[in-house]
T-cell receptor, first 114, second 117 residues
């Protein structure tokens, strides 16, 4: 069974600053994928970034990057130059193989202050 | 190419009624997943379907819940005899045909918020 743990229920960051959201996971599989999803008040689930476990290089998408520590089973999300529009719930998720269910963490609510 | 379409967006049912939630996957997508999100919680997997087949229903409650994805038409999540504890947001996601070695992405609909009164 897979588990995903997000230990920060809430985080706050000032506009233009950098924030890191933590996530740890547990799986016995070797072929898996990790994701960060953003859920704004509209409830839409928006894919922010994904990481294939077999890739050593950390994924980057514009202001969003991850720190993937495979041995420690850690997958944190760094948001640089935070913007007001980044305020949302952020969910870490894992998936085994190319087509199967996603396992989500409990989420981190990110507030962005002026 | 429209995204994943879920309807209705909001659904209110009295205890004991039936709720039917619909999901039209993206064009060309043949895999559908249903998730439930209770208030202040993450999404929990319910069921994974391909056209006319249930692939994984390990997250479905044993009673009152059923899902289908017919050859024609949307996927339907059906909840019979709803209770207050069924109040939640129900999300559908779809993904395309598998290609070995390719990371097939799942795209989410906007969800249906079910309120049982």
């Amino acid at each position: 069974a897979q588990t995903v743990t997000q230990s920060q229920p809430e985080m706050s960051v000032q506009e233009a600053e950098t924030v890191t959201l933590s996530c740890t996971y547990d799986t016995s599989e070797s072929d898996y994928y990790l994701f960060w999803y953003k859920q704004p008040p509209s409830r839409q689930m928006i894919l922010v970034i994904r990481q294939e476990a077999y890739k050593q290089q950390n994924a980057t998408e514009n202001r969003f990057s991850v720190n993937f520590q495979k041995a420690a089973k850690s997958f944190s999300l760094k948001i640089s130059d935070s913007q007001l529009g980044d305020a949302a719930m952020y969910f870490c998720a894992s998936r085994v193989g190319t087509a199967s269910k996603l396992t989500f963490g409990t989420g981190t609510r990110l507030q962005v202050t002026l | 190419n429209a995204g994943v379409m879920q309807n209705p967006r909001h659904l209110v049912r009295r205890r004991g009624q039936e709720a039917r939630l619909r999901c039209s996957p993206m064009k060309g997508h043949s895999h559908v997943y249903w998730y439930r999100q209770l208030p202040e919680e993450g999404l929990k997997f319910m069921v994974y379907l391909q056209k006319e087949n249930i692939i994984d229903e390990s997250g479905m409650p044993k009673e009152r819940f059923s899902a289908e994805f017919p050859k024609e038409g949307p996927s339907i999540l059906r909840i019979q005899q709803v209770v207050r504890g069924d109040s939640a947001a129900y999300f559908c996601a779809s993904s395309p045909i598998l290609v070995i070695g390719m990371n097939t992405e799942a795209f989410f609909g906007q969800g249906t918020r079910l309120t049982v009164v």
